[in-house]
């Protein structure tokens, strides 16, 4: 299976099959790949590529899994920002909460499964201006 391969795939080499693959279907993108298409006129194919390598073969691996398995439950939950760097390739999956919020059930679970994978991802949790908690980490 294709899955298989991508975990022994390095990083070089994620980046080289994305870059490939955006090449081939970007003349015939599908309606489900619409978001995608809008994604590379945006950022930039380089930048799609550098995200793919920062995540890394077993990232990419759980996370299409998971989507493939259950794509109903998976499609929700999942982490509001995503911070990349192209040089080293890293990435940061950040899910953003307020001050009276919680995670949902399905946010939990997608925060596991990428720590489980290896993957930099956390919660931040923004706070009141005025609140006593805030007032005490700005003085530090």
Same mark, same amino acid.
């Given at each position: ?19 490939? $693959? ?5 003349s015939? %993108?599908?309606?489900? +790949?619409?978001?995608l298409?809008?994604? /590379? *006129?945006?950022? @930039? ?6 995200i ?22 998976? $499609? ?6 995503? %911070?990349?760097?192209? +040089? ?5 999956? /950040? *899910?953003?909460? @307020? ?13 596991q ?23 005490? %980490?700005?003085?530090?």
């Amino acid at each position: 299976m294709r899955f298989e391969a991508m975990l022994k795939w390095s990083g070089r080499q994620i980046r080289d099959e994305v870059l490939s $693959r955006l090449e081939m279907r970007c003349s015939r %993108l599908s309606c489900f +790949s619409h978001f995608l298409g809008d994604l /590379i *006129e945006r950022q @930039g194919r380089e930048t799609i590529a550098d995200i793919a390598e920062g995540i890394g073969g077993a990232g990419m691996v759980r996370i299409f899994r998971l989507l493939c398995f259950d794509f109903s439950y998976w $499609r929700g939950g999942f982490p509001d920002l995503l %911070l990349w760097r192209s +040089s080293p390739p890293n990435v940061k999956f /950040i *899910e953003v909460k @307020g001050p009276r919020d919680s995670l949902s059930a399905r946010q939990r679970a997608w925060m596991q499964e990428l720590l489980a994978a290896s993957l930099d991802a956390s919660v931040c949790h923004v706070l009141e201006p005025h609140s006593t908690r805030a007032t005490h %980490l700005l003085e530090y």
